[in-house]
Structure formats: structure tokens, C-alpha cells
């Protein structure tokens, strides 16, 4: 079983930075690919980037160049640093994870609020 609990969300403003962790509680953290997703209010829930087991990352076009996401295996830990905030980035967001072998993400965390004033 696998526990993903995120932290660092908070209110900022535009142009500042942020960043989020996300601990995986659980066993061969170095299996998963980890996810970040985001939902706004009344907007569906997107992918923000993702990290493979051997740290090749993406990024969807909105982030690109701002966002960097990192995993640190001796802590079993993923980090989304966040640069240049946008208010357009104010949502929820969503560590997740999923094994190599299944294609969909299978685990979630609770969710941290990122809100981005202007």
C-alpha cells in the first residue's frame, strides 16, 4: 500500500515562488512514476508534470519553464519547485503515483491549495 502526503502549498503572490512536496510512504518508491496534477474550480483536473523512475521528466505547455520537478530517492520524496506564479496557477494540487507496469495513476495524496493573488 502506498501513502502520498504533499506539503508547501500556501498564498502567494504573482511572480513569487513556491514549493511542494510529496513524500511517498511505502515500499520501492524507485517503481513509480510520480505525477503532479492540479484542479481549478469549475475546471477539470490536468496534469501538471510527471517524473520517471530514472528522473526523465514532463511538463504540460502552461508550466513549461517555470515548474521543475525533482525526486529524491534516498527520501523517497518528489519536489514541484514553482517559479514566476501566475494567478491563472491558483488550484488544488495532487501528488499521484503509479507503478511502471500499470498505466494509469493509482494513488493519490490529499491535496494542497496553491493560490496565486494578482
Known amino acids: 500500500q502506498v501513502e502520498l502526503v504533499e506539503s508547501g502549498g500556501g498564498l502567494v503572490q504573482a511572480g513569487d515562488s513556491l514549493r511542494l512536496s510529496c513524500a511517498f510512504l511505502?515500499?520501492?518508491?524507485?517503481?513509480?512514476?510520480m505525477g503532479w496534477f492540479r484542479q481549478a474550480p469549475g475546471k477539470e483536473r490536468e496534469l501538471v508534470a510527471e517524473?520517471?523512475?530514472?528522473?526523465?521528466?514532463s511538463y504540460a505547455d502552461s508550466v513549461k519553464a517555470r515548474f521543475t520537478l525533482s525526486r529524491d530517492h534516498a527520501k523517497n520524496t518528489v519536489y514541484l519547485q514553482m517559479d514566476s506564479l501566475k494567478p491563472e496557477d491558483t488550484a488544488i494540487y495532487y501528488c499521484?503515483?503509479?507503478?511502471?507496469?500499470?498505466?494509469?495513476?493509482?494513488?493519490w495524496g490529499q491535496g494542497t491549495q496553491v493560490t496565486v493573488s494578482s
Open positions: 499521484a503515483a503509479k507503478h511502471i507496469s500499470i498505466p494509469s495513476y493509482e494513488y
Open positions: 511505502g515500499r520501492s518508491f524507485s517503481l513509480y512514476v
Open positions: 517524473i520517471t523512475s530514472g528522473s526523465s521528466t
